[in-house]
């Protein structure tokens, strides 16, 4: 799978853009600033439907424009086509999205066709940021597997609101507790699926993050990967007895006080001493890289397709070892499209195939 064409209408700062790529390295060069990673953001967007900064839209569309438009043309896989198109109506947002010439109206029906994934110096945030970020990250994996994950999720957030309002109700005397019986045994149907797939793709997942670390480090201290559910549990009618036991506590906090939605994924080490916790900077930053190196390989074998690699100028946080270490994970059956200042800075562990550069003036030219 390889794109062969973007297309960009005022997306960011570019108000007409074509770009061919090449099914090998792309290089996309330039100083900072002038519009590199938002090509990288436009292929996210296409891939995910939603950007990887997690922005609004209303951030994307250029100013002095009420629109945005991406499409990209693809080779070597069933579908040729993917469009994505972005209008704002005073305060209404509306997004498109189109495969073939055709309007998916289901996310699960669009997401995982054009399987993408993305290494950006903000993947630290994985490391050290809030259960909620590495619920997503673990989340949209098993959805690029899997997409009928995404209607799972779906449906176990809509059971979720729905518990969380009635909880309320109760607690302000409008409702009686006995309304949670059918919500509990739909909660914890819900659940136990989700918490499942979560346990099984961490257990799929740590000898694939533990061999990327121990590569790319040189074989440091290399921590575990444990998912912590806040129920302990799969079983769904083990679950309903415990939404039961934290029924009081629910309905006087209104809100519901565990499941999936406070599940987190922590790294370790042998010890039990959280990673965060003792790692350095560069530690911290060879742990995101393998999170993401995981993912690659995870899509790879159970998905059973080479996703395209976007690489968004993180070489330059690496020393050339390391650089050297990551890249050599990058499969040549891989269509990779880097970000950089300078592309000098791998060229000597990878082949440069087509390289791009952007002036200032957001004006492109290929320079091989």
């Not at 083990?238 to 039961?244: Q, S």
């Not at 565990?258 to 001493?273: A, C, H, K, M, V």
């Not at 690489?311 to 070892?321: A, F, K, N």
């Amino acid at each position: 799978m390889h794109v062969s064409t973007l297309t960009l209408k005022n997306f960011r700062n570019y108000e007409n853009l074509t770009l061919d790529f090449c099914p090998g390295n792309n290089f996309i060069t330039g100083q900072n600033g002038t519009g590199k990673t938002n090509i990288i953001e436009a292929l996210a967007v296409l891939s995910q439907v939603k950007s990887f900064r997690n922005v609004p839209d209303t951030e994307i569309i250029q100013w002095g424009h009420e629109q945005y438009y991406c499409s990209a043309e693809v080779k070597d896989t069933q579908y040729q086509r993917f469009e994505i198109g972005c209008a704002k109506y005073g305060e209404i947002i509306k997004k498109k999205a189109k495969i073939d010439g055709k309007e998916e109206k289901k996310i699960s029906d669009y997401f995982g066709k054009l399987v993408t994934v993305i290494f950006s110096p903000g993947d630290t945030i994985l490391v050290y940021g809030s259960p909620d970020i590495r619920r997503r990250f673990f989340d949209g994996v098993i959805s690029k597997i899997d997409t009928t994950y995404i209607d799972h999720l779906q449906e176990f957030r809509r059971i979720l609101k729905n518990r969380n309002s009635l909880l309320k109700d109760i607690r302000d005397g409008s409702k009686d507790a006995r309304d949670l019986d059918v919500w509990d045994q739909m909660f914890a149907d819900s659940s136990s699926v989700i918490m499942a797939r979560r346990s099984d793709t961490v257990e799929r997942s740590m000898k694939l993050f533990q061999n990327a670390y121990a590569s790319i480090s040189g074989y440091e201290d290399i921590p575990l990967m444990r998912y912590r559910p806040s129920m302990k549990s799969f079983d769904k009618d083990a679950l309903e007895v415990l939404l039961k036991k934290n029924r009081l506590r629910d309905i006087q906090s209104g809100t519901t006080t565990s499941g999936p939605q406070r599940d987190d994924f922590i790294l370790e080490s042998s010890d039990g001493r959280g990673f965060v916790y003792y790692a350095s900077e560069g530690q911290v930053r060879m742990a995101s890289v393998s999170l993401k190196i995981t993912e690659m390989q995870l899509v790879e074998t159970q998905k059973g397709v080479k996703p395209i690699l976007l690489v968004d100028d993180i070489m330059s946080q690496l020393d050339e070892r390391r650089r050297h270490n990551v890249v050599a994970f990058f499969q040549e059956e891989n269509q990779i499209i880097f970000t950089m200042v300078d592309a000098a800075r791998i060229w000597g562990s990878r082949k440069k195939e087509r390289e791009f550069y952007i002036r200032e003036n957001s004006r492109v030219e290929v320079k091989s």
